[in-house]
């Protein structure tokens, strides 16, 4: 079994109260950096230190917040309203479990039982606004000394291995720092990296920029999990990200264009190291590649991500084998990088 | 056995209607050290008796809680591509809105988890897009390859729900299959406290199969015990998320007593007086037609069973976070109990009169 996997996974860290993972990578990684620190929004950032052969400072980039919920109040008869951190459909919400506050209350979400509706309200999605936690608490004030208004809550899910797959919450993007921290504690590149296990992706991609800034690097990767639509569909659609079918590599999403020099290095490692890869469908989601590109004068930066089914949900899947070459890929990318890469011509001498 | 332990062994058995193999295999364990006889019969239900002291001829009670779960069906093994997903379809009344993401397992060659999945809410057409999921959309995603499923999975395999039962604050437990193995564990807890006491007539405790489905095991159990009375055990809506209308119980209310068309008054009747007998907090619940309940199949069986229908408040019913309180459950056994000690020889005629005499 992974357990770095599962050790992340099962951890929480819904986007702005990342504390128990941040402390938790920390950890993981203390003995194989050179130095850490922790900023003002909590991105724990830490050096490994290259062997000094290339002038270069290259940033790694993974999310540690996942997507949740958060207590906006308590009803007199104990139950608790919510709203939703990051992305989550109503029709994900409905039914799950969960774990409130640093106190990690157990809580379920539950509405109106169906066989109460009138039937032509059966056929609408329960709108989370109707959606209530429920912790067991008599009353209100059973609450007070349990959760608080403002609490965080993640979704509970145990890590598991099915054979080629693994089961578990926050694939997005504990996958990520998963492979971050194997890199972090491989053997030493001909340039400093520095990694940045950012917050706040989910809710804006807020804890990247500042990270970035702070770092100033030569050219980022940002290391993500990006959802697989592999699933049974009626519609004719073109390929799109599957599982199996190794690392996807982004050219485009909805916030900014990836930097075609490093998306063309990405892919040409993968094809001499045979690494099987996929390219990313263009035109949706967004990933932490769009603000770090816009700090100082412009960073270039890509995106490398492990396909994830049923994504914002608690029960996503990846394939072990993609995380496997989703590891191998950004090695072989890191190991192969050359300053080269990211001279631009100049017009006139 | 603690009730928490009692209720986890009975929840997190699958059992659901049609395939409660696994659910009596447990059942059968857990009442045979308070009981004479146990058998199984065609149906798959499951029944328990233990003889009264009373002189011969001695009448029986049933007591009735139905021990099958919702859950779903293999309609379908698609195998499109290198992995391979299954259509379903369901048993019983599953809240189809809550099931998008939960866990579950398919009882194929051997059992395998699975998530249930759906193709996004963007490429549904336009007339459902405000819809949750249905059966056309939903998939269970067992991360398998193709060839391996379609080695291991058949249409008509059975799929249970996956879920822990888990505390919450005060003495409330949420799981799956709350429905109605709540009321299973609250038998098991009367025929315990039987153990101990004196009781007059003979006693059979049946835990049936497909209630969620056709109420089977209610008519066909009722039909070959005969009984001289019955009482049916299940669960109620309790006050919660989205329901706070009068007249529903909150939790740690203690029973609920039904009173209704599928049971006879004199049972109320008793069922509230024993309750006194303990000093019982129990709540009056009301159905205007049918209980939705065995009460409804035990009532008619035969030439008619005078029934009775006592039930725990549960919330979210029908999914797999049912939530009740370990307490209801205890004072559901309790109150079994405590009624089947006061039956006596005369408790029929005592319900003969129910019907013709005039309110005291």
């Known amino acids: ?349 | 056995m603690k009730t928490f332990d009692l209720l986890k062994n009975l929840t997190e058995t699958p059992g659901p209607s049609g395939f409660e193999k696994h659910i009596t295999e447990n059942i059968s364990q857990l009442w045979e050290p308070f009981v004479e006889i146990i058998h199984v019969d065609r149906i798959g239900s499951i029944f328990a008796s233990k003889s009264g002291s009373g002189i011969e001829p001695r009448p029986q009670i049933l007591l009735a809680a139905h021990m099958d779960e919702i859950g779903l069906m293999v309609k379908e093994v698609i195998n499109r591509g290198e992995y391979g997903f299954v259509r379903v379809t369901n048993l019983g009344g599953v809240d189809i809105r809550h099931l998008y993401n939960q866990s579950v397992i398919i009882h194929g060659r051997r059992d395998l988890p699975g998530v249930m999945a759906s193709q996004p809410a963007r490429m549904l057409p336009d007339e459902r897009k405000n819809e949750p999921f249905g059966y056309e959309d939903l998939v269970v995603d067992p991360g398998l390859h193709t060839e391996t499923l379609m080695e291991l999975v058949d249409i008509g395999d059975f799929i249970s729900f996956r879920q822990p039962l888990r505390k919450l604050l005060g003495n409330n437990v949420t799981g799956k299959a709350l429905d109605n193995r709540a009321s299973v564990a609250a038998v098991t807890i009367c025929l315990e406290e039987l153990q101990d006491r004196h009781h007059e007539w003979d006693i059979v405790a049946v835990a049936t199969a497909q209630e969620e489905t056709r109420l089977l095991g209610a008519y066909t159990a009722t039909f070959a015990q005969a009984p001289d009375a019955a009482i049916a055990i299940d669960v109620t809506f309790a006050k919660g998320a989205g329901l706070t209308d009068q007249g529903y119980p909150e939790l740690n209310s203690g029973p609920m007593l039904d009173i209704g068309p599928n049971v006879h008054p004199g049972m109320f009747k008793a069922l509230k007086e024993a309750a006194e007998a303990i000093e019982m907090e129990v709540s009056v619940g009301t159905h205007a037609r049918g209980s939705g309940t065995d009460a409804f199949g035990i009532q008619v069986a035969r030439s008619g069973v005078p029934t009775g229908l006592v039930a725990i408040p549960l919330r979210s019913m029908h999914t797999m976070v049912e939530t009740v309180n370990k307490k209801d459950v205890e004072r559901a056994g309790r109150l079994l109990a405590e009624f089947i000690t006061r039956l006596d020889s005369g408790f029929l005629n005592h319900l003969a009169k129910a019907m013709m005499e005039e309110e005291e």
């Open chain 1, 1 to 349: 079994m992974n357990e770095l996997l599962k050790k992340l996974t099962e951890a929480t860290g819904v986007s702005s109260a990342e504390k128990e993972i941040r402390i938790l990578i920390r950890d993981l990684i203390a003995d194989h950096i050179a130095a850490w620190h922790v900023d003002s929004l909590g991105n724990l950032i830490a050096l490994k230190s290259g062997t000094g052969e290339l002038d270069l400072r290259i940033m790694l980039d993974a999310h540690m917040d996942e997507v949740g919920l958060m207590i906006t109040g308590v009803d007199s008869s104990g139950l608790l309203r919510f709203e939703t951190v990051g992305g989550i459909d109503d029709r994900t919400l409905l039914g799950k479990v969960v774990r409130v506050g640093p106190k990690k209350v157990t809580g379920v979400i539950g509405a109106r039982p169906i066989h109460l509706l009138k039937t032509n309200q059966r056929k609408s999605i329960v709108k989370r606004e109707s959606m209530r936690i429920d912790i067991g608490a008599k009353n209100k004030t059973s609450v007070t000394s349990k959760v608080s208004i403002g609490d965080l809550a993640s979704f509970i899910t145990e890590y598991e291995e099915l054979g080629p797959t693994a089961i578990g919450k926050a694939f997005d993007n504990r996958a990520g720092c998963a492979a971050l921290i194997e890199i972090l504690r491989g053997k030493p590149y001909p340039f400093d990296i520095i990694a940045a296990f950012t917050v706040q992706e989910e809710v804006g991609l807020r804890g990247a920029k500042v990270a970035a800034y702070g770092i100033n690097p030569d050219a980022a990767i940002v290391l993500e999990c990006t959802p697989a639509y592999d699933l049974p569909t009626d519609q004719d659609i073109s390929p799109n990200v599957a599982l199996g079918k190794g690392p996807a590599i982004y050219v485009m999403d909805r916030v900014t264009i990836q930097d075609p020099r490093l998306i063309s290095h990405i892919m040409r490692t993968a094809e001499e190291n045979n690494i099987p890869f996929q390219i990313r469908q263009p035109g949706g989601g967004g990933t932490n590649t769009a603000v770090i590109q816009a700090v100082h004068g412009g960073v270039p930066a890509a995106t490398i991500a492990i396909p994830g089914r049923h994504p914002h949900a608690p029960h996503m899947m990846i394939n072990l084998d993609d995380y496997k070459d989703y590891v191998k890929l950004t090695e072989a990318t890191l190991r192969s990088l050359k300053p080269q890469l990211f001279i631009r011509s100049t017009l006139k001498e």
